[in-house]
T-cell receptor
Framework: AQKVTQAQTEISVVEKEDVTLDCVYETRDTTYYLFWYKQPPSGELVFLIR??????QNEISGRYSWNFQKSTSSFNFTITASQVVDSAVYFCALSEAATGNQFYFGTGTSLTVIP | EAQVTQNPRYLITVTGKKLTVTCSQN?????MSWYRQDPGLGLRQIYYSMNVEVTDKGDVPEGYKVSRKEKRNFPLILESPSPNQTSLYFC?????????????FGPGTRLTVL
């Protein structure tokens, strides 16, 4: 079973629109870590955020915000007032403290921001 | 500059010809890992290492080998490459022996097996 599900394969928005990228995870651990990474067209992987399972506070960083809800096992990512430079593939990922030492990525969401 | 380096960046080879992709990090990280990225499948972990001489399989280890003789290096070995190993490969490292922290990624190696 997929540990991290990103159901949206591709999303297109017009510049300045807000967009939310969904991430649903599956784990039996009580302690775990969630991540978002960005992969721009140039191909490198850029770290965006890390949250642990005990910290459900939403986080905002400029135009980026993250909504962590344990009740629905979701860790969604919202970009406000999107820009062309936000065009990239975004990956959600999970690591579990108790049951293993692996790192699990979702399949990614490709975001295109149209000028 | 703190970084993860991979070589080569691009490689075209033929079925069965052994190859090694090198990975090196200069951040004194314990945890290192290899991933392959394929369209529609995201990144999948091949092998990881929690420290020197400690390695373990990820989700897709078949056809690959790794070694961790030194903390900074974590080469990926394909003993007999096959076309289904054509992919984009990333090496990564992170602080600590567990994957709880931000992973730093190399630039990627695009491998084509004919």
């Amino acid at each position: 079973a997929q540990k991290v599900t990103q159901a949206q394969t591709e999303i297109s928005v017009v510049e300045k629109e807000d967009v939310t990228l969904d991430c649903v995870y599956e784990t039996r651990d009580t302690t775990y870590y969630l991540f978002w990474y960005k992969q721009p067209p140039s191909g490198e992987l850029v770290f965006l955020i890390r949250r642990n399972s005990f910290d459900e506070q939403n986080e905002i960083s400029g135009r980026y915000s993250w909504n962590f809800q344990k009740s629905t096992s979701s860790f969604n990512f919202t970009i406000t007032a999107s820009q062309v430079v936000d065009s990239a593939v975004y990956f959600c990922a999970l690591s579990e403290a108790a049951t293993g030492n692996q790192f699990y990525f979702g399949t990614g969401t490709s975001l295109t921001v149209i000028p | 500059e703190a970084q993860v380096t991979q070589n080569p960046r691009y490689l075209i080879t033929v079925t069965g010809k052994k190859l090694t992709v090198t990975c090196s990090q200069n951040m004194n990280h314990e945890y290192m890992s290899w991933y392959r990225q394929d369209p529609g499948l995201g990144l999948r972990q091949i092998y990881y290492s929690m420290n020197v001489e400690v390695t373990d399989k990820g989700d897709v280890p078949e056809g690959y080998k790794v070694s961790r003789k030194e903390k900074r290096n974590f080469p990926l070995i394909l003993e007999s490459p096959s076309p289904n190993q054509t992919s984009l490969y990333f090496c990564a490292s992170s602080f600590g022996s567990k994957p709880y922290n931000e992973q730093f990624f190399g630039p990627g190696t695009r491998l084509t097996v004919l």
